[in-house]
């Protein structure tokens, strides 16, 4: 991940959503200790506090724990919590976005609902 500083979302939350991703693709699971803000900051060359902040929102979420003196931790329902707030945060955000853009263009639902199978179809052929 390369940190983007174009100032439309602010970095911590970048971090966040990283840790996120990765928890999503299996690189950290239930339990397991995530990287340190230090090694966050060293990573994506950001300043410890801002990774800090990052972490921080993850334990707030409950997607994160701390162990006092030894770090942060994945939580045993983080992976369900992520899913359920992108679920229902992201995708209805792009899905919103999709359905008021097919709108302007005049694309009809079944043929937005084709497109959407179609781009589903190939997704699972790469």
């Known amino acids: 991940m390369i940190v ?4 439309t979302k602010p970095i911590y939350m970048q971090i966040a959503e990283w840790v996120e991703t990765e928890i999503l693709n299996g690189n950290f699971v239930s339990e397991d200790k995530v990287y340190s803000q230090y090694q966050l900051a060293e990573m994506f060359n950001i300043n410890p506090a801002t990774a800090a902040k990052g972490l921080s929102l993850l334990v707030e979420d409950h997607i994160l724990y701390k162990k006092r003196g030894l770090g ?6 983080a992976l369900e919590l992520i899913r359920h ?9 792009l ?5 008021l853009e097919s709108g302007r263009l005049g694309v009809s639902e079944n043929e937005l609902i084709s497109m959407i199978k179609e781009v589903a179809g190939e997704e699972t052929t790469e």
Do not use: Y
Request: proline letters at 0%; glycine letters at 4%.
């Open 4 to 7: 983007n500083n174009d100032g």
């Open 72 to 77: 942060m931790f994945v939580t045993n329902d």
């Open 85 to 93: 707030k992108r679920k229902n945060q992201t995708l209805k955000r």
């Open 95 to 99: 899905i919103k976005e999709i359905v």
